[in-house]
C-alpha cells in the first residue's frame, strides 16, 4: 500500500481519514486503536453524594478499560481537579492527587484554581503526582515554573502521543496575594509556543499525534450534536494550531458540555465539569498510510458511574487516610430550618464578616461594612434539613482570609456601588450608605483577602485575624448556634 506523503496537510470531514504531518516509522504496520479520556474541572468531588456520583465507579471503569485489550487507554485532565470540597480542599489537593495516582492519569493541565494556595501547594502536588502537571504558559519572574511542565510524551500500541498543556486567560480569578511574578502568556504568545512545542514533539521526539489540553473553552456552543465554527467563534484557541500542530483538543474551564469541530476539521472536546461527563475520543492510527480518523463522545455518568459497577475499594481507603477520625459528611453542625440560596447564604455571610470584625476590631476602629466580591459554589444552595461541614465546604471553597482594611472616602463609595455593578457585584453589609459617605474622610471594612488584594478597590490591609477563619467557618459556627433552625 502506498504510504500518504508528509507533507501533504489535506484536513477531510469526519469519517473519512485525516493526514496528520509526521511519517509512520518504517517498523511499524496496521492500525492502532486509542481510547482517550478527559476530566475536566471535577472541583474535588471525590465522594457519592445525593447530587452526584463520585469517582469510586468511574475508577473501576477506567480499570476495566486498562484491561481490555481491543485498545490502548490515555487518561488526562484538564484542570481544576484539587479545589471545591472538604475532602480535596482540606488538604490541599493531596487526597485527590493520590486517587488520581491510583487510577493512571497520564498528565493534569494546570486550571486556575489549583493556584488558590499559592506556589506552595502546587509544588508539593507535583512532587507527589506520578504524573506530570502540564502548563507551557505560566511563567514566574520571566521564567517557566518549576512545578509544571510543556508536555508529556506516551507511548501506546507502537504511536508516540505528545499532550501539551496551557491555561487560558484567567490571571484575574486568581487571588492577588498569589500574583506576585505570576504570568500567563495568552494570545499569540501561547499560540508561539504551542507551534514551537508541537515542531519539537514531532520532529525531535517522533510523536506520531498531538493532544493539547487547555483551560480554557467555549461557553455558547450546543450541548448535543457537533458544532462546526469559524475562527472568530473560538476566541480563546487560535485556529491556526489545526494546521499540523494540534491533533485534538480537550477542553476545560466554562463547565459546559459540548463537542466542536472547528473549520480544519480538529475536534475540541469539553465535558462539562463536575463529574458531569467525561470526554472521550476514540483514534484510529494506520501506521501504513500514517493517517488517522477521529470518533468524539461526551460520556454520560450514567456510564463511567452505573450502579452495575462495582465501587472501587482504593477509593474508600484514601479517604479514610485522610478522615480516620471524622467523616465531614456525617457530622451534622445543626440543622437548617428552610432551603437557602446563595442571594441568603452570601448575605448572611457578609453580616457575619462585619460582626466578626467589630468583635476583633470594634474597640479600636469604627468599622462601616462587611462583605466583598463573595461567591457560591455548585450546589449553590444549603438544604433544608441537617447541616454537615461538606455542605458548607462545597458552597463556600475559598480559603481566603478575613481582614481589616482601610479605604478613603472615595474608595469606599465606589466599594459601595459595586452592589450593582454587572460585572463584579459585591455582596455587603454596611451601617451606612453610599450617598451618606464623607469623602474627606477613611473608611474601616471587614473583608477577605481575594477582594483585599483586588486592585481596583484600593484597599490597605490594616489587619487580620490572628487565626485563619474563612467564611464557611463563620457560618458553620452560626449554624451551630441554632440560628437557622
Not at 442571594?343 to 462601616?368: C, D, H, M, R
Not at 478613603?408 to 453589609?429: C, E, M, P, Q, W
Not at 464557611?472 to 433552625?485: H, K, M, S, V
Request: net charge negative; charged share 20%; hydrophobic share 35%.
Amino acid at each position: 500500500m502506498k504510504r500518504i506523503p508528509c507533507a501533504l496537510s489535506l484536513l477531510l470531514i469526519l469519517g473519512l481519514v485525516l493526514p496528520v504531518s509526521a511519517c509512520s516509522r518504517d517498523d511499524r504496520h496496521g492500525t492502532v486503536k486509542l481510547d482517550l479520556y478527559a476530566v475536566n474541572d471535577l472541583h474535588g468531588k471525590f465522594m457519592d453524594t445525593d447530587g452526584q456520583p463520585g469517582v469510586d465507579e468511574f475508577t473501576t471503569y477506567m480499570k476495566n478499560a486498562y484491561a481490555d485489550p481491543s485498545a490502548e487507554e490515555i487518561l488526562l485532565s484538564s484542570g481544576d481537579m484539587w479545589q471545591g470540597t472538604v475532602e480535596s480542599s482540606s488538604n490541599r489537593g493531596s487526597l485527590m492527587t493520590e486517587w488520581m495516582n491510583e487510577a493512571g492519569f497520564t498528565s493534569m493541565t494546570l486550571g486556575n484554581h489549583e493556584f488558590d494556595w499559592g506556589p506552595n501547594a502546587l509544588q508539593k502536588n507535583s512532587k507527589s503526582a506520578s504524573f506530570p502537571l502540564l502548563a507551557i504558559n505560566v511563567m514566574y519572574n520571566g521564567q517557566p515554573a518549576s512545578y509544571c511542565k510543556p508536555s508529556v510524551v506516551i507511548e501506546k500500541g507502537g504511536l508516540k502521543v505528545g499532550i501539551i498543556g496551557a491555561i487560558g486567560d484567567c490571571l484575574s480569578s486568581i487571588s492577588g496575594e498569589f500574583q506576585e511574578g505570576l504570568e500567563f502568556k495568552v494570545g499569540g504568545d501561547l499560540t508561539a509556543l504551542v507551534k514551537e512545542e508541537s515542531t519539537r514533539l514531532r520532529k525531535k521526539e517522533g510523536c506520531d499525534f498531538i493532544v493539547y489540553s487547555i483551560h480554557d473553552g467555549g461557553s455558547g456552543f450546543r450541548t448535543t450534536g457537533v458544532n462546526s465554527v469559524t475562527n472568530q467563534d473560538i476566541p480563546y484557541y487560535d485556529t491556526a494550531l489545526s494546521k499540523g500542530y494540534v491533533d485534538l483538543v480537550f477542553e476545560a474551564h466554562t463547565h459546559k458540555q459540548y463537542i466542536l469541530k472547528d473549520e480544519h476539521g480538529i475536534y475540541h472536546l469539553q465535558g462539562g465539569g463536575e463529574n458531569k461527563g467525561v470526554s472521550y475520543a476514540s483514534v484510529s492510527y494506520n501506521f501504513d498510510r500514517g493517517t488517522y480518523s477521529v470518533t468524539p463522545k461526551i460520556l454520560d455518568p450514567e456510564v463511567y458511574a452505573d450502579g452495575s459497577l462495582k465501587d472501587d475499594p482504593s477509593v474508600k481507603t484514601i479517604f479514610q487516610k485522610y478522615f480516620a477520625d471524622s467523616n465531614p459528611y456525617e457530622t451534622v453542625l445543626g440543622r437548617n430550618a428552610s432551603s437557602r440560596n446563595s442571594t441568603a447564604i452570601l448575605n448572611t455571610v457578609a453580616k457575619l464578616y462585619y460582626e466578626k470584625g467589630v468583635e476583633q476590631w470594634g474597640g479600636q476602629y469604627t468599622i462601616s461594612a462587611g462583605g466583598g466580591y463573595l461567591n457560591a459554589r455548585s450546589p449553590y444552595r444549603v438544604s433544608q434539613g441537617d447541616v454537615t461541614y461538606a455542605d458548607l465546604y462545597s458552597v463556600l471553597p475559598f480559603d481566603n482570609e478575613l481582614v481589616l482594611g482601610k479605604l478613603s472616602g472615595a474608595d469606599f463609595k465606589s466599594f459601595l456601588n459595586r452592589r450593582t455593578d454587572s460585572s463584579h457585584k459585591y455582596t455587603i453589609y454596611t451601617t451606612i450608605e453610599a450617598v451618606e459617605v464623607d469623602l474627606s474622610k477613611e473608611y474601616y471594612v471587614i473583608v477577605d483577602t481575594y477582594t483585599s488584594t483586588y486592585r481596583s478597590n484600593h484597599i490597605t490591609e490594616v489587619a487580620r485575624l490572628p487565626k485563619s477563619m474563612y467564611a464557611r467557618d463563620l457560618l458553620a459556627e452560626y449554624i451551630q448556634a441554632g440560628n437557622w433552625r
